[in-house]
């Protein structure tokens, strides 16, 4: 694993522990403390406790699971930041402020990377794992939430999705993913699988990878149009608002 | 600068599951993509896999995955060559009304047979006896009066109440000027008198809208639309499924219980918090719905012994995911 490209996670600091249906929201919280430990001035809380409790509220409050809309708008902040969901007293039952799950808001939907607190939320269907290795490749590596159904990789049974975070991928020699798993507090260390395995989860969820990076000028991820991409889909009229 | 220049998947189902990350969760993935010709449009349907993770609290877990198949869809339009616009998608809440109605769906039997097994209790539980008070006052004033004039229960806010009670058979003479116990009504009375179940007309007044409650269930919630008693229902059903799901009764924490319960229906999320979900849970103990054991929650084996039978229906959307 020497010459492998590794995210630098510090397992003491950015270690989110994730339960039944916490995986994406602790993967993300994740992901926020690495950014924090690198851009200090990221308006983003460093105390795990506030990760923990976004990721009790955010964790599925629905069969649907999480979207990165929910998690954008419960994201944690510095105390001087406004939430995203701050609750009017005005404006909201003393019902709502009284629970831990705040109301699915009704939005128009998006194709667009999500901002907020200083972050980007990126959802890319990646053409295959080769892809993958550009995120750690990059100065500094970008974390990637990677959702896969990991019973069908492990076992050939489906258990529907779940999301870890990408470490390091070796597919020139060992043909080995390392992978993150917020379920798997105890091992300390990413777990390892096959990247042909891996593949065979990831495909069913369409190579999803969710980038989580600063909204800085110097930071820019672009979906080549390379020589086979021909397909164009948009939500809005062009030019509507 | 940082730049980082990557490839995508080229196809419709990848750009819907796009929409479906940002907007939608996780448990939603997109079938392939199929033309309808009478609509012009493509159309992408969507499935929900949900998994079920029942841990207990000795720290042993199976997993169970829900399968609830073309729950919504996503339409795009073609507007010209490999361009395609979103022109219609199963919203988010519209997807969550339609899975756990796909769950109410396949816990019917279960639900059934809480109802009956809570028929002695319901009608002692504090959203019960708030959200169905018209019950308790002609039941009430038709046991201590004799009979109660019909011009009483015509009011607006007794709309419907009286009809439940003469239908269940408590009361007779819905279309004459007064309303009077049925034979059911006085041998319910005296039979609670005689074994000391009850001592008071507002003891036989609960007995009686327990029973109402439990075999007019799906009037007060679907055509009455009261929601708040069927909370108790709610988290009894989600134990037992999980319990019928791992067959044995399981100790599970009361916060994974509050989880699933509000997975169950948006509506709870505006109601419990975890903070008011303890006394819930304490009243379906007290009517022997539920045990608690220290901090664990557990099914009583009576019930669970009735609701283990109903398994083969539950389990034909459910797999075993891991043990």
Known sequence: MSQVKSLPFIWDR??????????????????????????????????????KRFVKRTSDVSYRGTSLRRLMRNMPTTPEEPALNALSSESQPTSVQ???????????????????????????????????????????????????????????????SHAVLLHSVDAKTQRK?????????????????????????????????????????????????????????????PGAN | MTTVEIAELDTLEAYVMKYIVYNLGLNIVPKKAEFDPQEKVWKVALDALVPNRISRKDGRSRTFLYNFDNIGVVKLEERGENVFRISDATKASKLDEMITARFSDLTTEIEHEILIAGEKSWGKLSWVSTFLRPLYHIVTNVLVRGEVPVRYIQEKEYNGWADLLIQEGFLSGGDTKS??????????????FKSHEGSTDFDVAQSVV???????????????????????????KVYYTDAVQYGEIIPISEEELHKKFIRVGMRQVLTYSDFSFMTLVSELVSAKLLERENDDILGVPEVFKNVMQLKENLMTNVTEAST
């Open chain 1, 177 to 237: 993913i390392y992978l993150i798993d917020p379920m798997l507090e105890s091992l300390r260390e990413p777990f390892t699988m096959d990247l042909r395995r891996f593949e065979i989860g990831w495909a069913p969820q369409l190579n999803t990878a969710i980038l989580i990076y600063p909204k800085a000028p110097d930071i820019r991820i672009t979906s080549s149009k390379r020589d086979y991409v021909k397909l164009t889909v948009f939500m809005e009229e």
């Open chain 2, 210 to 236: 327990g029973a109402v409650f439990s075999k007019r269930y799906s009037t007060i919630k679907n055509e009455m639309r009261i929601y708040a008693p069927t909370s108790y229902v709610d988290a009894t």
């Open chain 1, 98 to 160: 009284l629970s831990d799950y705040p109301v699915e808001q009704e939005e128009p939907p998006t194709l667009e990377p999500i901002e907020g607190h200083g972050l980007v939320m990126d959802p890319k269907q990646l053409k295959d794992s080769s892809e993958l290795d550009t995120f750690l490749s990059s100065d500094p590596p970008i974390p990637a939430i990677l959702v896969l159904d990991i019973g069908l990789a492990q076992y050939n049974k489906k258990w529907g």
């Open chain 2, 179 to 192: 309303l009077s116990a049925t034979n059911k009504l006085t041998k319910l009375q005296e039979r609670l």
């Open chain 1, 14 to 51: 950015h270690f989110v522990k994730g339960e039944s249906g916490d995986c994406v929201p602790s993967c993300v919280s994740m992901a926020a403390l690495y950014w924090k430990d690198r851009m200090p001035e990221l308006p983003l809380p460093s105390d795990p406790e506030e990760w």
